[in-house]
């Protein structure tokens, strides 16, 4: 199998030989490209067609060379530019390294049909007896170098960045990697008669560079030289648009504002021998990575695209969630993160109508923040005003037919409500523990094509991070005792309710409510939830809470709750209720408009002063109740003490009139008891 592979890209190959001209001068001029070979020079003296000093670009030496037509080949230094009739291929011996003083940059003129595809102003860096350990994309057999060159320049499966090139087997090997994108990897090494070539026209990120700064030491020969630089930003600014790969440059080192520029880096210069100049004040700056970011803004989320130059280890997060919103990246040149605008943990912060803010973190080390990290802001806005449809009618009919019109129309996400009510659907905010209550969620807009899926509702404690699960992700209720099932309003099918009775946590008054909203479409068909009723027995009811799905995570019905990504569209709602014992007042709750409602928003600070503010004034109320019924209950003691000394003192006073009787003189004390016993039997003997 490998045989025929082989045969067959080697036929390919074969046509792209019978393209490739080996003389360049009758090449056409869009065929004309160069090849680099750093570290060495070309020894011709009798083929040298001038001498050009003072040349302080590497380009303008390759322009000069591809506007002469007898012109092959190129030796440059900085500040010296030698053109030649003749080329290495030609005269291979006399192609040798030359590395000190400084070291000489080789430049051969080539002629490839795919040339113009590539608008660098060299297409190759060649690294002779060299090659990569990389995947190998593609592979064939070929007849030259500059087949080879070829074959990736015209590659569209994949970016062929390097090639390499076996000169005695004639194997062409493609991949899509190259030193730049392995940085920091072990795998560039030493290969008799191999040829590494690595491609200078690959469109790399290049929004945001990073460049790290080597003090000490400068290059020997460089790739550009610009006098008259006002700072080092512009120089930066110059290798970034330069109109080659550029990876390092130097300011202020080798003169006042001086700015130098190199297709090199310590990366690419392993195989030259002491390619730096050591001076202990100068610094060179190389690229350690670029990285362009694009956005995708959906519905319910946005997604953060990001490409980098070099291969990624690491991970990226939202800022202040390094755990619960990160991707793990692992070796990769592209990745994203999608953050869904109703996850808590992302904490995406809407500002204003339609736009959406988030910083990502790009963290290099999987463990440490380094200063190679990066962050970045995101933002996605969205247009809510109202647009107008054009059609455009194409009747040419080539091959299949395409749709000649597209119609797009954008209806926003319904806004919903929650709110609490008592049994005559008037809004409470203060309710008596055992109360009979409604948890009300109502899409305001009447006309809203949608209607709403409610699960994931959660009370939790005012004063500390205990929760109790409600309504589960499926949207049937755990303890039916607490919380009965969601159902439709018969007022309208915009309405969804669900009865409870009011309670507390021990350790607050106030619970705060919060549920995930999903919008559906045309109609939201109900879940069959089982439950058990009051006398034990289970029985089926429905609730409209989410369709069934096969679960994401497991969830404790009271404690902490694990977290789950929300699904696009969702909204989240929460709702405070302060509740009080049997003995609280509810003059506050009279005092509330029967129009009272709260709409939905992501949860802020705002809340909890809101709910710190009821929670005092609900103290005071209390705590008023309590001195009043103390006052009221002294002053009935003290009227019932003085009541009882009253009785007393008539009845003492009765008893003292009693005894003056009893102390009279004899006769008359006598005469009075005789008196009275005569009486008394002279009635009896009657």
């Not at 040419?396 to 019109?405: F, K």
């Not at 302060?578 to 802020?604: H, M, T, W």
Request: overall charge negative; glycine content about 6%.
């Amino acid at each position: 199998m490998k045989m025929r592979l082989s045969s067959i890209a080697a036929l390919a190959l074969g046509l792209v030989a019978t393209t490739v001209a080996q003389d360049t001068q009758d090449c056409p001029a869009d065929f004309l490209s160069f090849e680099v070979v750093t570290g060495y020079v070309y020894t011709a003296p009798a083929d040298m067609l001038d001498s050009q000093p003072g040349t302080l670009m590497l380009t303008d030496c390759i322009d000069t060379c591809r506007g002469n037509s007898s012109c092959k080949s190129i030796n440059y230094e900085t500040g010296l530019c030698v053109l030649f009739s003749s080329s290495a291929d030609e005269n291979q011996g006399q192609l040798t390294p030359s590395q000190f003083p400084v070291f000489t940059i080789y430049v051969q003129k080539n002629c490839l049909p795919s040339a113009s595809t590539c608008d660098a102003a060299w297409s190759f860096e060649r690294v002779m007896n060299h090659q990569l350990d990389t995947e190998i994309k593609k592979r064939g057999q070929v007849e030259s170098r500059q087949q080879c060159m070829e074959l990736c320049l015209k590659e569209v499966d994949f970016d062929c960045r390097s090639s390499m090139y076996t000169a005695d087997t004639g194997e062409c090997r493609l991949a899509e990697m190259d030193r730049h994108a392995m940085s920091g990897r072990p795998g560039f090494a030493p290969a008799p008669g191999v040829d590494f070539m690595e491609i200078n026209c690959v469109a790399d990120p290049s929004k945001l560079c990073l460049y790290e700064k080597v003090r000490g030491k400068i290059l020997k020969t460089v790739d550009a030289v610009y006098q008259a630089i006002a700072s080092e930003q512009d120089c930066q600014d110059l290798c970034n648009n330069a109109p080659f790969r550029c990876h390092s440059y130097d300011y202020n080192d080798t003169g006042d504002d001086v700015c130098r520029l190199s297709h090199h880096s310590a990366v690419t210069l392993t195989q030259v021998e002491e390619p730096y100049l050591f001076i202990e004040e100068a610094t060179t700056y190389e690229l350690s990575s670029c990285y362009n970011v694009s956005i995708d803004c959906h519905s319910g989320d946005m997604t953060a695209n990001i490409r980098t130059t070099t291969l990624f280890d690491g991970k990226v997060y939202a800022k202040g969630s390094p755990v619960s919103c990160m991707e793990d990246i692992d070796s990769t040149m592209e990745f994203a993160i999608t953050m869904k605008y109703t996850d808590i943990e992302c904490g995406v912060r809407r500002e204003g109508l339609g736009n959406y803010i988030n910083e990502v973190i790009i963290q290099h080390h999987d463990s440490i923040v380094t200063s190679a990290d990066l962050g970045i802001e995101l933002s996605c806005e969205y247009d809510l005003t109202n647009k107008s449809v054009s059609n455009q009618v194409d009747l040419q009919i080539t091959g299949e037919i395409t749709p000649s019109l597209y119609e797009e129309s954008v209806v926003d996400s319904p806004n919903v409500i929650m709110r609490v009510a008592d049994e005559n659907e008037q809004d409470v905010k203060t309710a008596v523990v055992g109360d009979p209550l409604k948890m009300t969620w109502e899409i305001l807009d009447q006309d809203s094509p949608y209607e709403i899926f409610v699960r994931d509702l959660v009370a939790m404690d005012g004063s500390t991070d205990t929760e109790l699960l409600l309504i589960d992700e499926r949207g049937c209720p755990t303890d039916a005792s607490i919380m009965g099932e969601v159902y439709h309003s018969d007022k309208s099918d915009k309405i969804s309710l669900s009865a409870f009775d009011a309670f507390r946590f021990p350790t607050s008054d106030v619970v705060q409510f919060r549920a995930m909203i999903t919008p559906c479409l045309p109609k939201c068909e109900p879940v069959q939830c089982d439950v058990l009723d009051y006398t034990g027995q289970t029985k089926s009811v429905d609730s409209y809470g989410r369709k069934k799905r096969a679960a994401t995570s497991e969830v404790d019905v009271f404690g902490k709750r694990q977290r789950r990504a929300a699904n696009p569209e969702e909204m989240l709602v929460v709702q405070s209720l302060k509740i009080v014992d049997r003995y609280g007042k509810r003059e506050k709750q009279k005092q509330l408009p029967n129009n009272a409602k709260d709409e939905y928003s992501f949860a802020d600070d705002s809340l909890a002063n809101d709910i710190t503010g009821d929670l005092i004034e609900g103290d005071c109320l209390d705590k008023s109740s309590m001195i009043s019924g103390a006052v009221i209950f002294l002053a009935a003691q003290l009227i019932i003490v003085i009541l009882f000394a009253l009785i007393w003192r008539r009845n003492h006073r009765a008893n003292d009139k009693g005894l003056n009787m009893l102390e009279s003189p004899t006769g008359s004390r006598a005469d009075s008891l005789s008196y009275m016993y005569e009486s008394g039997f002279a009635r009896r003997l009657q």
